[in-house]
């Protein structure tokens, strides 16, 4: 019987199994940032157990509130640059060089295929776009992955998506990933691994796989799993290239990973996607979702462009290209948050910031500020955001907003109208 | 070990989320007990007052996928410091769940026609839950009868309760 990519990376980093369907895997990544991380140190601390399994293998940012918005959330940062100086984290990213975690951290070359990654944070199923078992998990789990550089888990059942077809013009990853989370529903993937494969998949770049996986935590999933191939190599070679030879020894390698014709899945789906319209949520789960034709017209008073989803270059060339020359509406706001510093200065160089500021964005540095109302776009009580982020839950931007999730192209098209618009209407 | 016994809050839906139990913007917070004002805040459903529901509860009975969502560890704590150690389900959120254990509390699932069960003949009661972590086994008593319900636990998840959480023991053994 042959294995999935998750089942060949736990059979190579099991520890042990101290109980039955429990297994404990060595890390090889163990990412931090200043909202859940803070507690983990300062419970090791009371423990007398203030110390690092591996201060190579952690890495940590400052995202969520950045720069500090009032003395709670400095404190937090000051608990994480403390520790990260007390046991030399050199990774560290501190305001000034930091940007939103599953962005910052594949853009540094930190996860490879084959790697186990953990972080205090949902949405770390993004980095299993590079072949890697990446999983979200609590404050305690990262304690323990920061002391002992372990975490448990259960067998990872695997559902596999094998994707044919092009996406039609005005469709991307964002439209197909609200597409199989309607499918899966909220909780269709919980305990699962998701596997996206296919000939659509093996056509998209980095970025597009990060926004698929990004959102396998909305239907419950543990890791999101795209294989790795000559993208994938392209993607990291400023990073491998000491250690290989030659992009295809690279290839060869990390291969391995990749799961045998004969693995075993819970379930199979297949889908043509040629066909797929362009994707919006409605009401306050991530599985309410509809086309943007039969949400065409519903208004909106913020547009926000950015998030671990929706953040990176890829993002704002597209929603650039619909704002090129043009307004956002007089009826809403709309905020632009490249995810990282790089890709701030890319889109600086590329003239994308221009285009934004010039149709009426706010551009802000990169932050997760906005999407879990934070800070930097928080939605007054009766507001509706259309949203490049990941939930919609209720309040999720601010306490009696609402939020719809959508592709940055969508998020652009209706920021120039102040209602929901699908971006075809702005394509030559 | 925590203790598991004493009143039951039920909440009539599926899905809620940790952003419901406990909002982000309380994630500033650098201590548990700080979150205690703020339980279940932005959940709102026909029926729910969160300050008078919430009063002197133990043991929270729901529906599926709760906790879905973000991965916060403040939605457990945010329970644990109003008193509620365990939560009885049709199912949970992965994190979720592995979340209560590794704080050593209660994730307890229930096949849906026994929470259906548990709705029908003991919400809107006087309900009282105890758990008995030896017999495996959920004591459930209102003004006017009192039976016992079988559960399922995982001898990881048990160990982690009676050990009182992950970090003890992964202390011990790695």
Known sequence: MGKTTAEKIFDAHRVNMPFPDTHVLKLDRVFCHEITTPIAITDLMARGMDRVFDPTKIKAVIDHVTPAKDSKTAEQGKI??????????????????????????????????????????????????????????????????????????????????VLNGTLKPGVYAKDLILFIIKELTVNGATNMVIEFTGPTIDAMSMESRMTLCNMAIEAGGTSGICYPDMTTVEYLWDFIKDEFKTKEDALKEYSKWISDDDASYEKVYEYDVTTLEPMVTFGFKPDQVKTVAEMSGTKIDQVYIGSCTNGRIEDLRIAASILKDKKISDDVRAIVSPATPVIYSRALKEGLIEIFQNAGFCVTNPTCGACLGMSNGVLANGEACASTTNRNFNGRMGKGGTVHLMSPATAAASALEGKITNSLLYKA | MKGFSGKVLFLDRNDINTDEIIPAKYLTEITKEALKPYLLEDLSFAGFNVKEDTMDKAVLVTRANFGCGSSREHAPWALEVNGINVVI?????????????????????????????????????????????????????????????NFKVGEFDKTLVKEEGWVGYADKNY
Not at chain 1, 133 to 140: I, K
Request: contains cysteine; negative net charge; charged residues 25%.
């Open chain 2, 89 to 149: 389900a049709e199912s949970f959120a992965r994190i979720f769940r592995q979340n209560m254990y590794n704080c050593g509390m209660l994730a307890i699932e229930l096949p849906q026609d026994k929470i259906e069960y548990l709705f029908e003949n003991y919400a809107g009661k006087d309900t009282s839950i105890t758990i008995d972590l030896d017999k495996d086994t959920i004591i459930v008593t209102s003004s006017d009868k009192s039976e016992e319900i």
């Open chain 1, 80 to 161: 994480l640059r403390d520790w990260a100086k007390r046991h030399g984290i050199k990774d560290f990213f501190d305001i000034g060089r930091n940007g939103v975690c599953h962005a910052i951290f594949p853009e540094k070359g930190f996860v490879r295929p084959g790697y186990t990654v953990i972080m205090g944070d949902s949405h770390t199923c993004t980095h299993g776009a590079f072949g890697a078992f990446a999983a979200g998990v609590g404050t305690t789990d990262l304690e323990v992955g920061i002391l002992k550089g372990v975490c448990a888990f259960h067998f990872p059942k695997t559902i596999k998506f």
